[in-house]
């Protein structure tokens, strides 16, 4: 519990199915896939990895591959927002 008060402390909501997905998202050993289309959980996510210095980029950008690049240089994570 003191765990899940730290999530809704940086912006995950109080709401069961949020929490659910919350711990499928930490323990979570590969890449996972967010359909969120109230941005709750990419603006949770943004804030418990802002201190990791998470990258973000949309699918078709630019400089997606540059940010991809860079990510993998530097060992941090990647978020790829609007996939489809």
């Not at 659910?20 to 289309?37: Q, V, Y």
């Not at 709750?40 to 630019?62: C, D, F, N, P, Y």
């Amino acid at each position: 519990e003191a765990e899940q008060a730290r999530w809704c402390a940086k912006g995950l909501p109080r709401d069961r199915a949020s929490l659910e997905n919350g711990a499928i998202m930490m323990s979570s050993k590969r890449w996972n896939l967010i359909i969120d289309p109230q941005n709750q959980g990419s603006v949770w996510i943004k804030h418990k990895e802002a201190e990791r210095k998470l990258q973000v980029t949309r699918m078709g950008h630019a400089k997606m591959i540059q940010t991809f690049e860079n990510a993998i240089a530097a060992g941090t994570s990647v978020m790829i927002e609007n996939m489809g």
